[in-house]
């Protein structure tokens, strides 16, 4: 009954979560997408009315006018929209799915006491200081006199983060090693917003009130964060899906695989924002798809020679599949913390073992991340026999 009021606590949290995360991100892509496509007011009364760009646009049942204000507007209308709460729930959703998917059930999805053997608590200990700890770090480097030379910066983060990445898989399994990436990169977001973006907008408007030119400084505190957010966006978004894709976290180079779809997804990123500004460079595309396909490249599994297997090996892969697997793989899974079969996916019957050959030789064999933490301890003649006998029965 816990463990089936957990994953529906899990589906609930993540259902918010998403949502939030749309709320959030559309509307950055919006506004990134709005500023770019302004134009210089056309009326002089406009031009009088101290507007620096506008824009029209039509959309689901209307016309559109937008105007921007960069210094004040005549006068702070009575509501004014502020865009915060998107990103809070967001990160306070994706906070408690950390928690209820990775900490409580911290043996399956974050420790592998195959990369390091340490305790439950100094894995959670471990995760959250990594997230902390990023953004202060961060937070400093952006204060830092190394922030007046934007390529300095962007070059020791990138160097930071490669570091990171690499850091995380040496003591968590690549699934929990991922997603403490993403979560640390999504709470630098958040806090941009909550610490920095925030708290400019809020003197901006504290000056226009009093009919004072803000201070320029808050102005291009905000930007650089806001900037920062928009490359950071895509890398995050990938992390949040790639628990489905063994593949990636599972690799023997994870945290390599990690950093160079993360490029990409901010290059894919750059590239739109250039678009918008109607000077995109097909580099900044080639050179996103080149690492797409470098690290399709680098996980293209290796052959399998399919030596012949016999009819006693069926016996042993059954036995191996009963201790290792079935016991979360199962109509009715035994393991504590585990409600029902993982995906649907049940390794009970003979039937179900044969036709399921490939997909267990790829989670056991060849990406490796089954059992997860390689918590039922699968030996290596193990898994080598089950590739064979994956390979024999395909070939057959
Ligand atoms: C401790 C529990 C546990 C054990 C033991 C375990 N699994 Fe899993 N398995 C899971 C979980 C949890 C998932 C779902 C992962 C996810 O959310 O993406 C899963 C998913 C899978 C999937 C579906 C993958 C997909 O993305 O569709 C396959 C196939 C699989 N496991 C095979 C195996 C094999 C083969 C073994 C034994 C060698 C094994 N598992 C042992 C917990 C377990």
Not at 235 to 247: C, R
Not at 325 to 354: D, L, M, T, W
Request: net charge positive.
């Amino acid at each position: 009954m816990a463990a089936y009021a957990l994953e529906w606590l899990n589906l609930l949290v993540r259902w918010l979560h998403v949502i939030t995360g749309i709320a959030w991100i559309g509307a950055s892509f919006y506004f990134v997408w709005l500023d770019n496509h302004l134009e210089a007011p056309s009326k002089a009364s406009d031009i009088e009315r101290d507007v620096s760009g506008e824009l029209w646009a039509v959309h689901g049942g209307g016309f559109y006018h937008a105007e921007k204000f960069r210094a004040r507007p005549p006068a702070i209308p009575d509501r004014l929209h502020w865009f915060k709460w998107e990103a809070y729930w967001t990160w306070l959703s994706g906070f408690a799915l950390l928690i209820i998917v990775y900490y409580v059930g911290a043996d399956i999805h974050l420790i592998d006491r195959s990369v390091a053997d340490i305790s439950r608590s100094a894995a959670i200990a471990i995760g959250l200081s990594c997230i902390a700890i990023g953004w202060v770090v961060y937070d400093v480097l952006c204060k830092s006199l190394l922030a007046r030379n934007n390529n300095a910066l962007s070059l020791v983060l990138f160097a930071l983060l490669c570091g990171t990445a690499w850091g995380l898989t040496q003591v968590f399994g690549g699934r929990g090693a991922y997603i403490h990436f993403g979560a640390m990169l999504g709470t630098i977001m958040v806090a941009n917003v909550a610490m920095v973006i925030m708290p400019s907008q809020r003197a901006m408007v504290r000056a226009a009130e009093q009919g004072k030119v803000p201070d320029p400084r808050y102005g291009i505190a905000g930007k650089q964060r806001s900037v920062h957010n928009t490359y950071f966006t895509l890398p995050v978004l990938f992390v949040m899906m790639s628990s489905h894709y063994a593949f990636t976290f599972g690799h023997r180079y994870n945290w390599a695989l990690l950093i160079a779809l993360s490029l990409a997804g901010a290059l894919i990123r750059v590239w739109f924002v250039d678009r918008h500004k109607g000077k995109q460079s097909a580099l900044t595309l080639i050179a996103a798809a080149a690492l797409i396909l470098l690290v399709f490249w680098t996980g293209i599994p290796t052959t399998q020679i399919a030596t012949k297997t016999t009819a006693s090996d069926y016996t042993r892969v059954q036995a191996i599949i009963a201790q290792r697997c079935a016991v979360c793989h199962a109509a009715s899974p035994v393991q504590p913390g585990i409600a029902a079969a993982p995906k649907g996916v049940i390794f009970e019957s003979e039937a179900q073992i044969r036709s399921q050959a490939i997909l267990i030789a790829q989670q056991s064999a060849i990406t490796r991340v089954m059992p997860p933490g390689n918590l039922t301890q699968m030996t290596e003649d193990e898994r080598a026999l089950i590739a064979r006998w994956a390979a024999s029965a395909q070939a057959r």
